[in-house]
């Protein structure tokens, strides 16, 4: 088992920057694959960022391709995502996800999830 805690979250006005970060336990963090996705209410579960277990596999949405940094340091267990020129339709609650797949970055692939932070961007 596998236990994922977000932090970082918050209300930012747009154009702004925020870190969010995902400390795992449970299981050797290292063998996992680790990703990022987000969901507003009433829409789907969406992938945004995910990062292959030794993080030479990087991938991102269309939609913050530019913006969007996805990193991990397996020496503290930890996934980041950086997120810099934030949009109004970035608010979202953003989810940590884990997978054994290579690259996580569909909802079927994932076998962990965190329970959320919220993102607000402000216009």
């Known amino acids: 088992q596998v236990q994922l805690v977000e932090s970082g979250g918050g209300l930012v006005q747009a154009g702004g920057s925020l870190a969010l970060s995902c400390e795992a336990s449970g299981r050797t963090f290292s063998s996992l694959a680790m990703s990022w996705f987000r969901q507003a209410p009433g829409k789907e579960r969406e992938f945004v960022a995910g990062t292959s277990w030794r993080g030479l596999s990087i991938s991102y949405a269309d939609s913050v391709k530019g913006r969007f940094t996805i990193s991990r340091d397996n020496a503290k267990n930890t996934v980041y995502l950086q997120m810099n020129s934030l949009k109004p339709e970035d608010t979202d609650v953003y989810y940590c996800?884990?997978?054994?797949?290579?690259?996580?970055?569909?909802?079927?692939?994932?076998?962990?999830w965190g329970q959320g932070t919220q993102v607000t961007v402000s216009s």
């Open positions: 996800a884990a997978g054994a797949s290579r690259v996580v970055d569909a909802i079927s692939s994932v076998n962990f």
